[in-house]
């Protein structure tokens, strides 16, 4: 579906206005995101569809799962619902991310 892509797009844009913003008040700090590795098991249901749309899925890794993803768009067997269908599930089945900061602090005496 184009608005769940276009509204993508708009949080990929905030996200990198914020990161500037960031950086030019504390240009020696960062703020990272992780996303911790994702239990398998949250990973049925997307499985099910997979199978079920003939596609085969690996979530063994972030990339196997981006992988898996793109190769089940590429096959345009049921077009953009199905696809916007996966993505849901897979975002669903991640796990939150986790903010740290790193950078320059100064010593408390």
Known sequence: MEIHHTI??????????????IHGHFPSSSLLRNHRTVEQNRFE????????????FDGRSNMA?????????????DGAVIDSLF???ATRAMSEAQYVCTGSKEASV
């Open 45 to 56: 249901d997307l499985e099910s569809a997979f199978k079920a749309g003939g596609v085969s």
């Open 87 to 89: 993505q849901s599930l």
């Open 8 to 21: 993508a797009e708009l949080m990929i844009m905030a996200n990198g206005h914020v990161a500037s913003k």
């Open 65 to 77: 799962l981006a992988e898996s993803l793109r190769q089940a768009k590429a096959s345009g067997k």
